[in-house]
Every structure is written in C-alpha cells, then in structure tokens.
C-alpha cells in the first residue's frame, strides 16, 4: 500500500512525501515502487529535453543555437535545418538593424513563417477575400462609370479608327535560319489613297515598341508575298517566331475621297486617351487605365488590389516579423 500525505515542516513549507510499507517483503509493491521510480525518471528526462530546445527557441534570431540543440529541435521540426539556415542568412543582411529586430526570437519567427508568411492556405484565404471585395467594388462603382464611357465614345472612336480602312497581316517564316515577313494588305470598305503603318517584331504579347519602322502604303505593298520578304538578316535563331511576332499599328489612313482617320487627328483628342487605347486594343489592361483615368486617379488592378491586402494581412499578423522578411529575406 502506498500513502500519500503532506507534512508541514518548520519552514512552513508544504512538501509531499510517499511511504512505501516494507517494499522489499511484498513483490507487488517492489514493481509498483520501481516502475513509478522509473517512469518518473522518463518523466523528468522528457521534460528537460523539451526545456532545452524551448529554452533555445526563446533566443533572438542575433544568437546562434548549439548543434546538439539543433538536432534535437530538427526531431519535432522538419524543417528546421532550412528555417535556421534562412534566418542566419537574414540576420547577416539585417547586421546593420540588429537593435530593431533582436527582440524577435527563433519560435516567433518560426511560427509566424509557418502559420503565415509561407502558409499557402492562409495566402489563398486572404486572396480570396480580397478578391471577393475587389469585384463587389468594381462592380459597384467602377463598371457602370467605364460602361457608360464605352457608350459614350464608342460609335465615335469606330467610325475614326484607321482600322476599318486598312487591314495589314504579317506572314512571318525562317529562311536559311534567318527569320523573314511579308504583309497581305486589304482595304475592307474603301480604296485607301494613302497610309502610314508601323511594325517590328516584339517579344510575344507587347504592346509597343521603341524600334517601330515606319513605312508608307506604298512601301508596304512591296513587301506582299514570299518571293519579296524582308529578312532579318542581322537574327540567325531558327526559333525566333516561337518567341516573337509582329506588331502592326495603322497611324493613318487617307481614303480617294481625301477623307482622313487618325487616333491621332484634332477630332480624336476630344476622346480620353485610355478609351483611344481600349478601343484599339481591348484588354483588361487598357480598361484599368480607363478606371485610373476616368474613375479613380488612384485605382489599383485586380492583381495588385488583391496583393495589397495579402501584405497588409501579412504586416497585422506581425508587423515586426513582417518588415524583417520582407526587407532581407
């Protein structure tokens, strides 16, 4: 039998202690005394292990861990040989800032990364929530103000755009290695008198050039089929059409009758250059720019609204751990 029971010393100290009855002359109660001696052995072993390795997450991220500590916290951490190799990385680009950051320790940042900074689940669940408010506010505020400008200019914008006078496609192949165009010219509504065209080759999905060349109708319809294409002569890449194609602009178009189109004529300045820009080229792009000019100077893209509030959900959960990843990881 064991007794359980407190004696109050001289100190006034309450202290608990265990009798254990003639321990030797009963077998049962010599198991019972040396498993519960053994296990609380494990017990405190258990319990100073843990200590150490908390003890060493409470370090600032300035200090280096001991190798034995290391492993054992790698045991209940994966990841921890990266973490740790990370954070040592940050700490040398931070040297300069070490007051401002030394009162970060290993186990905040460890848990600020895993719960958040890197946690994909916690990024998809900001995201959507942003996305959520940005497309009930567009909707709200920003489509009926860009319908109502589309509207507005787009039988005037249409009617103006050289366009519809004029129709170039590029014809692009390689020969000998060398990439090589001609153009196929068509006149959709009206003989055009004359016309001013701009083209190059642009890395795929451009939406400009610095190094457009700028030919007349006339020179244009020189360069009409494979027996007269212009080749790159100075590009030897049998692959260049995989990763370019050309950009034509039709700048103006004058047709028999002396009837003149142009984006850029007098008549056309009346209409905001972003709705100019969508028409010739509707995108979401060219609409984000009609929202910034037209609606909101200071609107931001889906993307980037959506991105916005992922930081900003990112900086609430630890503002310090937060600009410490974000400036030198």
Same mark, same amino acid.
């Given at each position: 039998?064991?007794?359980?029971?407190?004696?109050?010393?001289?100190?006034?100290?309450?202290?608990?202690?265990?009798?254990?009855?003639?321990?030797?002359?009963?077998?049962?109660?010599? $198991?019972?005394?040396? $498993? $519960?001696?053994?296990?609380?052995?494990?017990?405190?072993?258990?319990?100073?292990?843990?200590?150490?390795?908390?003890?060493?997450?409470?370090?600032?991220?300035?200090?280096?861990?001991?190798?034995?500590?290391?492993?054992?916290?790698?045991?209940?951490?994966?990841?921890?040989?990266?973490?740790?190799?990370?954070?040592?990385?940050?700490?040398?680009?931070?040297?300069?800032?070490?007051?401002?950051?030394?009162?970060?320790?290993?186990?905040?940042?460890?848990?600020?990364?895993?719960?958040?900074?890197?946690?994909?689940?916690?990024?998809?669940?900001?995201?959507?929530?942003?996305?959520?408010?940005?497309?009930?506010?567009?909707?709200?505020?920003?489509?009926?103000?860009?319908?109502?400008?589309?509207?507005?200019?787009?039988?005037?914008?249409?009617?103006?755009?050289?366009?519809?006078?004029?129709?170039?496609?590029?014809?692009?192949?390689?020969?000998?290695?060398?990439?090589?165009?001609?153009?196929?010219?068509?006149?959709?509504?009206?003989?055009?008198?004359?016309?001013?065209?701009?083209?190059?080759?642009?890395?795929?999905?451009?939406?400009?050039?610095?190094?457009?060349?700028?030919?007349?109708?006339?020179?244009?319809?020189?360069?009409?089929?494979?027996?007269?294409?212009?080749?790159?002569?100075?590009?030897?890449?049998?692959?260049?059409?995989?990763?370019?194609?050309?950009?034509?602009?039709?700048?103006?178009?004058?047709?028999?009758?002396?009837?003149?189109?142009?984006?850029?004529?007098?008549?056309?300045?009346?209409?905001?250059?972003?709705?100019?820009?969508?028409?010739?080229?509707?995108?979401?792009?060219?609409?984000?720019?009609?929202?910034?000019?037209?609606?909101?100077?200071?609107?931001?893209?889906?993307?980037?609204?959506?991105?916005?509030?992922?930081?900003?959900?990112?900086?609430?959960?630890?503002?310090?751990?937060?600009?410490?990843?974000?400036?030198?990881?």
């Amino acid at each position: 039998m064991i007794v359980f029971f407190y004696h109050i010393g001289t100190a006034k100290r309450a202290q608990l202690r265990i009798f254990v009855p003639n321990q030797y002359s009963n077998p049962m109660l010599k $198991f019972c005394y040396n $498993f $519960f001696k053994w296990a609380g052995v494990c017990v405190g072993m258990s319990f100073l292990l843990s200590a150490c390795g908390s003890k060493a997450m409470e370090q600032t991220i300035f200090s280096r861990i001991d190798t034995k500590e290391m492993e054992k916290l790698a045991k209940s951490k994966s990841d921890f040989y990266v973490f740790y190799e990370d954070v040592q990385n940050i700490t040398r680009r931070a040297v300069d800032y070490q007051a401002a950051y030394s009162s970060i320790t290993y186990k905040e940042l460890y848990e600020y990364e895993t719960k958040y900074y890197l946690n994909t689940s916690f990024r998809a669940r900001e995201e959507s929530k942003a996305g959520a408010a940005f497309d009930a506010e567009y909707d709200r505020d920003v489509r009926p103000a860009l319908e109502l400008q589309k509207r507005k200019w787009g039988d005037f914008v249409k009617n103006h755009d050289p366009n519809q006078y004029l129709s170039v496609e590029a014809v692009t192949s390689i020969w000998e290695s060398h990439p090589e165009f001609y153009f196929i010219v068509r006149e959709p509504k009206a003989p055009v008198k004359t016309a001013s065209i701009s083209y190059d080759a642009v890395v795929k999905g451009a939406k400009t050039s610095s190094e457009f060349e700028t030919v007349s109708l006339s020179e244009l319809r020189a360069i009409n089929n494979s027996d007269n294409a212009a080749i790159y002569d100075g590009i030897s890449d049998p692959l260049y059409w995989d990763t370019h194609e050309m950009l034509i602009v039709i700048n103006r178009v004058e047709l028999m009758d002396g009837s003149v189109y142009s984006l850029n004529d007098a008549e056309m300045r009346q209409v905001p250059a972003s709705v100019r820009a969508y028409f010739m080229n509707p995108s979401q792009e060219t609409e984000d720019e009609m929202a910034r000019e037209l609606v909101n100077p200071y609107f931001k893209s889906r993307a980037e609204y959506v991105e916005m509030n992922y930081q900003e959900a990112l900086r609430r959960a630890n503002p310090l751990c937060y600009e410490l990843l974000k400036n030198y990881r």
